[in-house]
């Protein structure tokens, strides 16, 4: 006997989903505020009455009044005068062309020479004395 076929089950047709409804797009953040503009520039302040132009008369004006030129020049030329005078200043052929500090050392050797003389002796001896008690001060550290 044969035996009945197995019924074949129509497959169920697979439910169809409905597609979720697509979710809304986030609105966009809002932007920082924009910055609020700038304060106007203050307004110019008038201009003072007293405020210097360079003119074409100021260009050439002298700085200092003509007394105290003339009381410069001459303090200079008494300077040059004493130090044409000294006898222990050694000028040259070319004195006329020594600047002012030519002249300045030229008068501070013999100030000079008579500070040393008088202490370097002493400056000598007290770097001395101070250099032979640190060899001492070494020498009793390692004997120790």
Do not use: C, F
Not at 65 to 74: K, L, M, R
Not at 84 to 89: G, H
Not at 101 to 106: A, F, I, L, T
Not at 130 to 144: F, Q, V, Y
């Amino acid at each position: 006997m044969a035996e009945p076929e197995p019924e074949v089950m129509a497959e169920p047709e697979p439910e169809v989903m409905a597609e979720p409804e697509p979710e809304p797009e986030p609105e966009p953040m809002p932007g920082p505020e924009p910055a609020p503009p700038p304060p106007p520039p203050p307004p110019m302040p008038a201009p003072l009455e007293d405020v210097l132009q360079l003119t074409p008369d100021m260009v050439t004006s002298d700085i200092i009044s003509s007394p105290t030129i003339s009381a410069a020049t001459d303090v200079l030329a008494e300077l040059a005068r004493a130090i044409l005078d000294r006898r222990d200043v050694a000028i040259d052929d070319a004195g006329k062309d020594m600047t002012l500090e030519g002249m300045v050392r030229e008068m501070l050797k013999p100030l000079l020479r008579e500070w040393l003389d008088r202490n370097l002796p002493y400056l000598i001896e007290r770097l001395v004395k101070k250099e032979i008690d640190t060899m001492i001060n070494r020498a009793e550290g390692l004997s120790d």
